[in-house]
């Protein structure tokens, strides 16, 4: 925030931007930056500037407003937004105690602050609370003070919205006093002790706040004469006890069931019959769908709430017998109910027999008693006892209040121990002082409001009058020190609404409480009766429509609008009478004793309904609060997501309006709201009156009452007291504006002065620029020309150099456009020269190869006519030897027929006499003796060289062998002769012979040493004496099928 006494401009209060439906909007400080006719340039808390209408200024901010204060009552302009900008101004400075008079307010600060030290609690200890800053310690001190003082007793109300802090501040209370009151004793170890127990059976996390306190709390401290603390008394206000059976989204139940489950061992948790440890087996712990806190150890917790019972002597039988009834707490929300229809009318069976045993172990009672009371109900008409079965729905919520009314009971239990413990009353017979803290929930305003928040409302608005009357005393006493007259100053309080709730007859509460013991009273009825009773008055507030089942009133805080649905059974606050029953037959004595014994003729109307009991206990608080005397504290929230330096002006202006703290200054406003002292009135309007001498030599008084006289009206309302003076609102506006009048007046006369200066000043610097300008354009246009003269010269001289460098190129350019042609002419008749030898050569090949193909087609020919003369020889003479026709075995002679690259100029001749080298052979009088009869070799070959076949247009050669004389018949090759090869064998020795057929490139020199080098190989295998099957040798490769591959700078022949 920015500090504006260290800033020019003027600070004011400007209306809110931008929030014309905002209820809780309100004006802000701002600096003055700029003025004109229709609007203002102001800059904010944050330093941010903008514009504004001129309207929106509203006044001209009082000089404690800037500072800020301590002690809001010194503020000289007590509003809603003075109060909210100097609680801003001290929370960002993390100073979160602010007093305003004798009540101190407390923001949260969501963070640990080194600032309840050991140090703190001596530096605070014996001072008044205007002698050091404010703190939580200086109100517990004050009030330790004035009891040994006065000998009278005191309270401190601790009020706020659920996450404000209340708690806490009571334990630093509780802290504080335990520390301050001498000598340290066991009793006050266990008050500080008590408030473990407290917190884990009586708060629970809830949407705005993880340690919420569902109860209201007084605890009574006791002294001696000497200051030392005695014993202590504590008293519980309206537990929430429907948190127990159902919980909101992102909330807990209370503490201790969380904590039972975390921090029991595994033979104590069988004991109990909870097998299961997770809080998600249970319904009644489950609702919310929250079960871990950040931050938050419950088995920790749950040994220290052991360790806290042990300090304040529960005994371990006791402490067992309430785990007993939590667990059974638990069971009871797991049973299931199934309905069923017994003379024609709805009945319900207990179907869940293990929960049933369990919660009936755990109650000491029997199985079959403790079904019968869940699913009947018993009545008295007349005397007689009438029996009858309740419907499922009817069981359930029989069911929740019984587990409600369980709850409650144990938690009343534990405060009467503690204060069995703590409460040394009855043993002293001298009356002893006290000090009260009462820990109260703050006013509530949700979003759906049933009979708990009208309690607390009820509660509050009369809380709320126990504190304007103190103010209002407070601000008599004021005035009754400044020897101010205030006969005359007149307040109205809150009375009315206390008369509507409960206080006047046929009152709000009165009429629940008789709708209440009506058998056929409904909460329909109900709201129908408050609407005839109360429905012309100014403070109860009708719904817009007919069809909104709703009723409203007009509290201190707002308007609150009430949701009547429940409202009767929660004012009963009761459980069938055949439970009640089956308890008084209980085998735990623990059980029996926490619930009062009542004869089984007992109706509603004898019992004691819970807005009864509330009031009573209320009307009690209130009467010991009035006997004492108060000090308040007021917790704010400064912002909804528990973050630290977050203030939302919004929130804490809702949050001070529902404290009261609003009244304070509505008290004000009855009287005088604006108070100065002498000096600072004469500071601030000394320049209203001419010619005044310096202050520190003149009367502050005397010139104060001069200035009123002489510019206030006749009319006016002011008074001088000893110290200040009392101004009403009109009468200090009135001020302000001929204030801003002369200091406006006075400021224009400067303003012109000042401008007059600075015009003179500006224009003899205008006057020296313009001849240094002219100087120094002088030079340069000097320096320019010389250059521009310069440059011309040194074009001319680059102009004839260019001529002559251009003549030179030419020349040398022609010449070589001469050389270039001669050469490019004699390069083209040699390239053609060229490609003519090389048509001449390609064509004398091509006929030299048609002839070579010509011939070998003719001596194939031949061949196949003569293997078929031999074949047909051979058969004759086989069909005159054999006894029995031999097998037929005709195979068809096919040349051998190779690939490879002959050159035709290297070696002409042998492509001559390659036509002699063709091979013929006979299959049936062939190879191996095929044909048994004459097992002849039928191989003949001719003393050759290779020879050149061309078939169809693709180079081969044909391969031909020698005759060789014909051998001894030998024996056809069997599997086990060394010298067989099988058909596969063979076919992978020719496929290796022959394969670089298909991948050679015929076109490329290094395939020539391919072939030499296959053929070699070939010869190799053929030495190994083994028989190849004719039709592999004779078979022919088709090397023209091979893909075609792109031959770069080389003639494919």
């Given amino acids: 925030m920015t500090n504006f006494q260290n800033e020019l401009g003027e600070c004011v209060w400007v209306k809110p931007q931008n929030a014309v439906d905002n209820e809780f909007a309100v004006p802000f400080g701002a600096r003055v930056i700029r003025t004109e006719k229709t609007r203002t340039l102001i800059a904010n808390d944050e330093g941010k500037q903008f514009w504004v209408p001129a309207e929106d200024v509203l006044k001209s901010m009082h000089i404690t407003s800037q500072q800020g204060v301590d002690d809001m009552i010194t503020l000289g302009d007590l509003q809603e937004y003075a109060i909210l900008r100097n609680l801003e101004m001290r929370y960002e400075k993390r100073l979160i105690y602010t007093y305003t008079g004798s009540m101190l307010i407390a923001i949260n600060p969501y963070q640990t602050l080194p600032i309840y030290t050991n140090r703190e609690v001596t530096q605070y200890r014996g001072k008044k609370i205007s002698e050091l800053p404010p703190h939580i310690f200086a109100i517990s001190d004050n009030a330790f003070q004035q009891l040994k003082r006065d000998r009278t007793n005191q309270c401190i109300v601790i009020s706020g919205e659920s996450g404000a802090g209340k708690t806490e501040s009571t334990k630093l209370i509780l802290q504080y006093l335990a520390a301050i009151s001498g000598k340290h004793s066991w009793i006050e170890q266990q008050i500080i002790e008590a408030n473990p127990i407290l917190e884990a059976f009586g708060n629970a996390k809830t949407v705005r706040n993880d340690n919420s306190s569902r109860f209201g709390k007084y605890i009574e401290i006791r002294f001696t004469d000497a200051g030392k603390i005695q014993g202590a008394n504590i008293e519980q206000y309206l537990l929430e006890k429907s948190r127990i059976v159902a919980q909101s989204r992102d909330e807990r139940n209370y503490h201790i069931f969380y904590c039972m489950l975390a921090g029991l061992s595994k033979p104590e948790l069988t004991r109990l019959e909870l097998l299961e440890n997770s809080s998600t087996k249970y319904h009644y712990l489950s609702q919310g769908g929250c079960l871990q806190l950040d931050g938050k150890n419950d088995a920790k917790d749950f040994a220290d709430i052991r360790a806290a019972m042990k300090v304040l002597s529960f005994a371990p039988e006791e402490v067992w017998c309430i785990f007993s009834l939590l667990a059974a707490i638990l069971h009871l929300g797991n049973m299931q109910f199934t309905a069923t229809v017994v003379q024609n009318m709805d009945a319900t069976e207990a179907t869940d027999v293990v929960n049933l045993q369990r919660v009936a172990l755990l109650l000491g009672v029997s199985k079959k008693a403790l079904a019968t009371a869940l699913t009947q109900k018993t009545i008295y008409v007349h005397g007689e006892r009438v029996v009858t079965s309740l419907s499922r729905d009817m069981t359930i919520e029989g069911r929740d209040a019984f587990a409600k009314s369980l709850y409650g009971a144990i938690f009343i239990r534990i405060v009467e121990r503690i204060n069995m413990t703590i409460d040394t009353k009855e043993k002293l017979s001298k009356a002893l002082n006290t000090i009260g803290v009462l820990d109260i929930f703050g006013f509530e305003n949700f979003s759906d409001n049933s009979f708990e928040q009208l309690c607390i409302n009820y509660a509050n608005e009369n809380l709320q009058q126990f504190f304007v009357r103190h103010i209002f005393k407070m601000e008599q006493a004021e005035y009754e020190q400044e020897s101010i007259k205030w006969q005359h100053i007149d307040f109205k309080d809150n009375q009315e609404i206390l008369d509507l709730i409960g206080m006047k007859s046929v009152n709000i509460m009165s009429l629940i409480d008789e709708e209440s013991k009506f058998p056929k009273g409904t909460d329909n009825t109900l709201l129908e009766k408050l609407h005839v009773q109360h429905g012309n008055r100014s403070i109860y507030v009708k719904p817009k429509s007919n069809q909104a089942a709703l009723f409203g009133i007009r509290h201190y805080a707002g308007v609150v609008m009430y949701n009547p649905n429940g409202f009767l059974e929660k004012n009963r606050d009761s459980f069938s009478m055949d439970l009640r029953e089956m308890i008084s037959k209980s085998k735990n004595k623990f059980l029996v004793d926490i619930f009062p014994l009542q004869l089984p003729y007992d109706t509603m109307k004898k019992q004691l309904t819970l807005s009864v009991k509330f009031r009573n206990s209320l009307d009690l608080l209130m009467r010991t609060l009035s006997a004492a005397h108060p000090f308040f504290i007021r917790c704010i929230k400064p912002n909804e997501h528990k973050k630290p330096n977050l203030f939302d002006r919004e929130l804490c202006v809702r949050q001070l309006r529902y404290s009261g703290m609003m009244e304070t200054a509505r008290i004000r406003h009855a009287g005088y709201p604006i108070r100065h002292s002498y000096r600072d009135f004469v500071e601030r309007y000394c320049l209203l009156l001419p010619k005044l001498a310096p202050i520190r030599t003149l009367d502050c008084r005397q010139v104060t009452e001069d200035i009123c006289k002489q510019l206030l009206t006749a009319t006016a309302d002011y008074q001088f007291g000893r110290t200040k003076v009392f101004l009403k609102d009109v009468d200090d506006t009135y001020l302000e504006k001929e204030r801003a009048r002369i200091v406006l007046k006075s400021i224009i006369a400067i303003q012109r002065g000042f401008r007059r200066v600075l015009f003179r000043r500006q224009l003899c610097r205008y006057r020296e620029a313009a001849l240094t300008i002219q100087k120094v354009w002088r030079g340069y246009k000097q320096r320019r020309d010389f250059l521009i003269a310069r440059q011309g010269f ?87 030897t054999a006894p029995k026709p031999p097998p037929r075995a005709v195979s068809t002679p096919n040349p051998i027929v190779t690939q490879a690259q002959i050159h035709v100029r290297e070696r002409p001749m042998n492509m001559m006499n390659g036509m002699n080298g063709v091979n013929g052979v006979n299959g049936g009088n062939g190879v191996n003796g095929v044909n048994g009869g004459n097992g002849v070799n039928g191989v003949n070959s001719m003393n050759g060289v290779n020879g050149v076949n061309d078939v169809n247009g693709v180079h081969s050669v044909i391969t031909t062998t ?90 494919r022949l």
């Fill in 794 to 880: 040194h074009r001319l001289g680059a102009c004839i150099a260019q001529k002559h460098l251009t003549l030179h190129f030419t020349r040398l350019r022609s010449c070589v456009t001469h050389l270039q042609a001669h050469c490019r002419g004699y390069l083209a008749r040699r390239a053609f020269k060229m490609r003519q030898q090389r048509h001449k050569d390609l064509q004398a090949l091509r006929a030299s190869e048609e002839l070579l193909v010509r011939q070998a087609k003719e001596h194939q020919q031949a061949d196949r006519e003569r293997q078929s003369r031999l074949g047909a020889n051979a058969a004759v003479v086989a069909a005159a």
């Fill in 962 to 1051: 020698k005759i060789e004389p014909k051998q001894p018949e030998k024996q056809e090759p069997t599997a086990n002769d060394d010298n067989y090869m099988d058909e596969e064998s063979s076919k992978q020795i020719v496929d290796d012979v022959f394969g670089f057929l298909d991948e050679a490139d015929v076109s490329s020199p290094p395939v020539v040493s391919n072939v030499r080098a296959k053929s070699l190989m070939f010869e190799r295998e053929l030495r190994l004496k083994k028989d190849i099957p004719i039709k592999l040798l004779s078979r022919p490769v088709n090397y023209y099928e091979a893909p075609q591959r792109q031959v770069m700078n080389q003639m």
